[in-house]
Each structure stands twice: as C-alpha cells, then as structure tokens.
C-alpha cells in the first residue's frame, strides 16, 4: 500500500497538444520537443471540456494534498513515470506585522530542495523520463540546477548543470551531493544558456532551460492552481511574483485561465505583479515603455541570485500577463529588499530568501505609491527557503568559565 493515491492510481491526464505561446502552431504532444519553429515556448493544452465534465472541487479535495492531485490538468500520463519527492502543497503564512494584516506569504521554501523549482523540474523530469531521455543539461542561478540534480538522480538520468561563477555555495555544492556535474561559468546565466544549447545542439544532451521544453511550466501551474483551491476559489486581489524566467507567474496565470475554463472560478483575475531587482530589471523596462519583448539587462547585478536573469525567452507572455491583470512590473533596491528579509525574520518568524523580500519590499513600496491599499488581499510569492543564502552573523561570545552576567544577556 501506499501512502500517496495521487503518485500511484491510475487516472487520465487530458492533454491534446502543445502550442506554439507566439503563433499559435500546433504541435504533437508526447514526443519530445524543445522550443517552437520560431524559437519560442511551447505550451500544452488539454481538453478542458473534458475536465470538466470528469472533475469536481469535492473529488480533488479527498486527495492527499499534493501538486500532484491536479493529474487530470498535468502532463504526465502514467504513474510509474511520476518521479516525486514529497510535493506537499505550500502553507500561506500571514505576515501581519512586517507586511500588514491582509497580507499572506506563500512559502514555497518547504518544497524539496527548498525551492519552488521542485514543482516545474518535477514535472520536467517526469516527462523527459517518459519520453526516453537519459541526459539533461542546464543552466542554473542555483535552486533550479539543485532541483534538477536530485530529481534527476531519482530518475536514473544524467545531469550536467552550468551556473555563473558567483552562484550561492551551497547550491553549487548541493547540485553536486545530489549527483550531477556542475560547472561554475564565468558569466551570467544567458551564458550558460548557450554552453547548454550548443552542447544540446550537438546531440550531448536534452536542453532543460526554462521555458524551452514545455513541461515546467506545468509543474510551476500548480502554484496558481493550489492557491486558488487554498483560498476556496477565490483568488487575491494582487498577486506579487519575483520574476527571473518568469516561468511561475506565466504558469499561474495559465492555471487561472484553466480553471475558469472548467468552471471552478469566474473571469476575475488577481494584478499580476512582477517584481525585479534594481540591478536587474527587464522586464520593468519593458512594462514602462509599452513594450512587448525586453532588451538584455547589460551589469545584471543583485544579491537575489534567483531573479538575475538578464533576458528571458518568454518576456512576452510575462507583460501580457502582467497587463491583461491590470497589474504592473516594479523594481526594488538590494537594500530595501534586504530590509524586507530582515523585518519578515525578525517580526514575523519568517526567514525569505532575497527574492522573497523582494516581493516584500515592492508590496511596501506600492502602497506607498498609492498601486496597492491595505484593505487588498495580497500574496507574495517566497519561492525558496532563507537558510540557502548567506546569513549574517550576530552572536555574541560566551566563556563558560568566567563571570557571567545574567542581566545583561
Ligand atoms: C528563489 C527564486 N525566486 C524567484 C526565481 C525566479 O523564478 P522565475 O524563473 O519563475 O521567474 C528564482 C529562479 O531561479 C528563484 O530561485
């Protein structure tokens, strides 16, 4: 017996086809596929008819709470091809005194690996082993390459993972404990992208960057379709995303659109907020000046290792999201969102990682801006745990042997 239905009963998944997220040109499903002909992301779709007719809010509800219970919405078709790691579905943590009182932080840090990337690489490698693949390269700021080392050695596949050279150390090192090789590149991630594209190229491996297979994606839908279910189907009013690939706020809205689509929540929407570094801002450029595609961010630069990504390949459908929502791309200084990380630990008992703060920072920012109200229900996404970055050191010293004295402690 097991403990987990969801990982072992048999159960349909409804895909019919990826699609081209530019042009709309269909592609077959269960083959493997990289990016579409004119080199953008490939999304899939499902018979949404179907789901609806052969799911309920009660019967997911009786399922153990993982990601994994929205099978019939997912990719992965066979159970035996599920490569887990215990999944669970994230708690949403209040941040009353550090943020305010209708303010939740999702905290994705509790997920394997300690980060939000198991969700996408999960599901990633549930497919590529599906599909017959026994190599995988990719390119990393750190808790993706981590998750994709242990997933992947679960699987039984080869991982071959590149980061820029300032990684935080104890992602380079717990990418190698969990079985891949991993290559410390002198440049950004970009560059690391191409080293794994020309070897992919060549025939050395499967290119498992994000958004260039269709299965990430997926995974990080999961987050916009276990929030909306915590939230009893009713969504936020704002939504505030740390946005590097932009592969989770792309995922939940694809998730939204899903759920309307199969009757388990009306048109509205929560505002999509993108939320970057001031060292590192695309995506905000872009969202100012009207545009569709961002320009590469030259000296990215910001302590949130994870939301360095100088160009991403799916900025499109980050800025329609972020504009059909109504909502808006904001930059935060490393100071403020430092400040944010430390209010949050130390107020509120919730250690972020920087991105996280990030998200903090820019919700305190936009009220003071007048974009956001206090009385807004709003969700900030913590994508990682906090103790996978460096942390200040702030004891004292003690000698045992000497007087101590105990008022001043
Ligand atoms: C902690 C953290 N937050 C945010 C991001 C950005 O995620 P996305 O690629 O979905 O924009 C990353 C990606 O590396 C990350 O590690």
Redo the contacts with the bound molecule.
């Keep these: 017996m097991t403990h987990d239905l969801n990982l072992t009963q048999a159960r349909p998944s409804f895909v019919t086809h990826l699609e081209c997220s530019m042009t709309g040109e269909r592609y077959e499903a269960d083959r493997l596929q990289g990016l579409s002909s004119v080199g953008r992301p490939l999304l899939v779709r499902y018979d949404l008819e179907g789901i609806r007719k052969s799911l309920t809010k009660e019967t997911l509800a009786a399922r153990p709470a993982d990601m994994w219970r929205y099978r019939e919405m997912l990719p992965v078709r066979e159970a035996s091809n599920i490569i887990s790691l215990g999944e669970i579905a994230t708690p949403l943590i209040p941040l009353p005194s550090s943020g305010g009182a209708n303010v939740l932080a999702k905290d994705e840090g509790r997920l394997p690996t300690g980060?939000f990337?198991a969700r996408g690489i999960a599901m990633a490698v549930s497919m590529a082993k599906a599909l017959g693949v026994t190599r995988i390269a990719m390119p990393t700021?750190?808790?993706?390459g981590a998750a994709l080392a242990a997933y992947a050695s679960r699987a039984g596949i080869e991982a071959i993972v590149f980061c820029p050279e300032d990684t935080p150390d104890v992602n380079v090192r717990e990418i190698a404990m969990q079985g891949a090789r991993v290559y410390r590149v002198n440049g950004l991630i970009d560059d690391c992208g191409k080293i794994v594209g020309e070897g992919a190229k060549e025939g050395g491996w499967f290119d498992l960057s994000?958004l260039k297979e269709p299965y990430r994606i997926e995974g990080?839908k999961t987050m916009g379709l276990e929030l909306a279910e915590q939230l009893g189907w009713q969504l936020p009013d704002v939504i505030f995303y740390?946005?590097?690939?932009?592969?989770?706020?792309i995922g939940m809205w694809k998730a939204f659109a899903e759920l309307e689509a199969i009757g388990f929540i009306g048109p509205e929407r929560p505002r999509m907020v993108a939320v970057q570094a001031e060292g590192c801002a695309p995506m905000v450029k872009a969202w100012a000046e009207g545009e569709r595609h961002a320009e590469r961010w030259e000296n990215a630069h910001t302590v949130a290792s994870?939301?360095r990504?100088p160009k991403a390949v799916g900025d499109f459908l980050i800025l329609d999201a972020v504009r059909e929502s109504g909502g808006f791309a904001m930059a935060v200084s490393d100071a403020d969102l430092m400040q944010a990380v430390e209010d949050a630990a130390s107020q509120d008992g919730l250690l972020l990682?920087p991105?996280g703060g990030a998200t903090l920072a820019a919700y305190r920012q936009a009220l003071r801006q007048g974009l956001v109200n206090e009385n807004d229900q709003v969700v900030l996404f913590n994508?990682?745990t906090g103790l996978k970055y460096p942390l200040s050191d702030r004891s004292g010293t003690l000698d045992r042997h000497g007087p101590i004295d105990f008022a001043s402690l």
Excluded: D, H, Q, R
Excluded at 141 to 144: F, K, R, S
Excluded at 242 to 249: A, E, K, M
């Design positions: 980060s990337k700021n750190g808790n993706a994000t990080k740390p946005t590097g690939g932009g592969t989770g706020l994870g939301i990504v990682c991105e994508c990682a």
